[in-house]
Nanobody, 124 residues
């Protein structure tokens, strides 16, 4: 059974950092694509970043997160991560990881298996 479990969210002050984890079970994460998405209240879910089976990373979000967020994975732990630095209040959202075969995509509809999400709140 494919399962993804996110963790690492929380309350952080502007300028702070968080590392989100996406622990996979029921499949070998390194053989698939892992995408990170986020959804703020009243907004559509948007792609943040993606890593494919060759460990190539694709930052999908807008320029507002480029250079601040990094996706990577630890094959030994079957876990993917999203390192978020220099956080801003606009980064406040529920963050989800999801998986699919083939290539990376920034569209949530292309991903079939999702975690439950982890809340990230950036506030002073």
């Amino acid at each position: 059974q494919v399962q993804l479990v996110e963790s690492g969210g929380g309350l952080v002050q502007p300028g702070g950092s968080l590392r989100l984890s996406c622990a996979a079970s029921g499949f070998t994460l390194s053989n698939y694509v892992i995408g990170w998405f986020r959804q703020a209240p009243g907004k559509e879910r948007e792609g943040v970043s993606c890593i494919d089976s060759s460990a190539t990373a694709f930052p999908y979000s807008t320029d507002s997160v480029k250079g601040r967020f990094t996706i990577f994975r630890d094959n030994a732990k079957n876990t993917a991560y999203l390192q978020m630095n220099s956080l801003k209040p606009d980064d406040t959202a529920v963050y989800y990881c999801a998986t699919r075969e083939d290539h990376c995509s920034g569209y949530p509809r292309d991903f079939g298996s999702w975690g439950q999400g982890t809340q990230v709140t950036v506030s002073s």
